[in-house]
Nanobody, 117 residues
Framework: QVQVMESGGGLVQPGGSLRLACAASGGIFSIYTMGWYRQAPGKRRELVATILTGGSANYADSVKGRFAISRDNAKNTVYLQMNSLKPEDTAVYYC???????????WGQGTQVTVSS
């Protein structure tokens, strides 16, 4: 059974940094896409960043230049380095993976990121 687990959330002051990690396990052969989404209170879940197997990345406009996504294919792990954090980055951050070749998707349970002074 595929499991997806996030780690690294917490409380940080505006302008600070956090690094999120997400590890997938459970008989995985290959992962096509790994990504991060977030959901703030009262808002819809939104894309933050995704990365393909070869390293091609896509970012939401709101995080370009501040966040960086990377992945370690050997470890089935994806990271999100978040710099210059703003209060509006406060949300629950969810990891998503899409397997290859089935294209089945799986979500983690989320990790809270709070940016506040």
């Amino acid at each position: 059974q595929v499991q997806v687990m996030e780690s690294g959330g917490g409380l940080v002051q505006p302008g600070g940094s956090l690094r999120l990690a997400c590890a997938a396990s459970g008989g995985i052969f290959s992962i096509y896409t790994m990504g991060w989404y977030r959901q703030a209170p009262g808002k819809r879940r939104e894309l933050v960043a995704t990365i393909l197997t070869g390293g091609s990345a896509n970012y939401a406009d709101s995080v370009k230049g501040r966040f960086a996504i990377s992945r370690d294919n050997a470890k089935n792990t994806v990271y999100l380095q978040m710099n210059s954090l703003k209060p509006e980055d406060t949300a629950v951050y969810y990891c998503n993976i899409v397997l290859s070749p089935s294209r089945m998707g799986y979500w983690g349970q989320g990790t809270q990121v709070t940016v506040s002074s």
